[in-house]
């Protein structure tokens, strides 16, 4: 159906095998399917169409046996409010984002700077995203499919430049967004300012001088990056533990090493070439999933695998 509607812009289906496949065999066309789901999903006017969308929703709903009705579902701010919206169980994330956002008072033309996201909020404090919930997902069905995680649908800006948050500075709703978004960072110790600037933020923040506020946190380090959950890395050596920090077109890992001293490395994202995501099971205890993310990265004129991973599947999904 793709390839009647969008021709050649739509990829070759992978070959099947026509006798009994090999383990070797099997894994090799899995991973030519998911190669070609990537490169389908790089178009926004396949993902948008109607035959795609209906196919993933059908899929989703049947996957976990959830029929079209009525729900209520609620989607979190960065303040620990939230919106309760009347929805259909088969609603994408697209249609209640943008029901989300009528509710609010924001203009359709700031969509394309926000979206929705599952995350956790850890007995420790911290603040673990799990994911960004692609358009054509249900996140009602999604969540249904991760209650042992308690995740919550929340929304959050969808960049990592800084200097567009002036393009949202007029919008009295956008702004709220945010200085919402931005005081949470601070308090879950994402953002890093120095002891002078975190005086002056809790000034402005005391006198609710918003524009203010968020003028001076884009200054500060780390701020418009997402912080993922800890992990154990094998760079510079094996059994490295990391913080990990994604923006600013970079992966800043905060390493500490064997020896108890911490190395701060930045990863260049125009010296990534390819990247790889593998679910390895559950640990010993059976409890946690181990996920490993491998990428390959040009150190010095030449290219190796770095390897990331990390006992909870919400950091790296």
């Given amino acids: 159906q793709l390839r009647h509607l969008f ?8 070959p099947k095998f026509y006798l009994a496949m090999t383990k070797s065999m099997a894994d090799e066309r899995r991973s030519q399917l998911e190669q070609y789901l990537q490169n389908v999903t790089l178009d926004s006017n396949i993902t948008n169409s ?29 303040d620990g409010s939230n919106i309760r919206l009347d929805i259909q169980t088969s609603d994408t994330a697209q249609r209640i984002l943008e029901v989300t956002f009528c509710k ?7 969509i394309k700077y926000f979206s929705l996201f599952f995350f956790q909020d850890r007995d420790d404090g911290a603040l673990s995203v799990v994911k960004k919930v692609a358009e054509f997902e249900l996140p009602y069905v999604s969540l249904q499919s991760m209650k042992e995680l308690h995740c919550k649908l929340g929304i959050r ?8 948050d002036t393009r949202l500075m007029d919008c009295r709703a956008s702004l709220n967004l945010l200085y919402m978004q931005a005081i ?6 994402w953002v890093k300012p120095t002891e002078g600037q975190m005086q002056e933020l809790e000034f402005l923040q ?34 490295c533990s990391a913080d990990i920090y994604v923006g600013s077109n970079e992966i800043n890992c905060c390493i500490k090493l064997p020896t108890n001293q911490t ?4 990863f260049k994202i125009n010296r990534l070439r390819s990247w790889q995501v593998t679910s390895l099971g559950a640990t010993k205890d059976g409890e946690e999933d181990t996920l490993e993310l491998r990428f390959e990265y040009n150190d010095s004129g030449t290219w190796q695998w770095i390897t990331l991973y990390t006992k909870q599947v919400s950091s790296l999904s």
């Fill in 50 to 78: 109607d035959v795609f969308i209906g196919f993933f929703r059908k899929l989703q709903q049947d996957t976990f046996e959830i029929q079209t009705q009525g729900a209520f579902l609620d989607v979190y701010l960065a």
């Fill in 7 to 14: 021709g050649s812009a739509v990829p070759a289906f992978p």
């Fill in 206 to 239: 005391k006198n609710e001088n918003k524009a203010k506020f968020l003028e001076l946190i884009r200054e500060m380090r780390f701020y418009g990056y997402v912080r993922l959950d800890p992990c154990i890395c094998d760079y510079p050596e094996e059994g």
């Fill in 263 to 266: 190395k701060e490395v930045s």
């Fill in 104 to 110: 609010m008072g924001l203009s359709r033309e700031l």
């Fill in 157 to 164: 800006k969808w960049y990592m430049d800084p200097s567009l």
């Fill in 184 to 189: 949470q960072e601070v308090k879950r110790n």
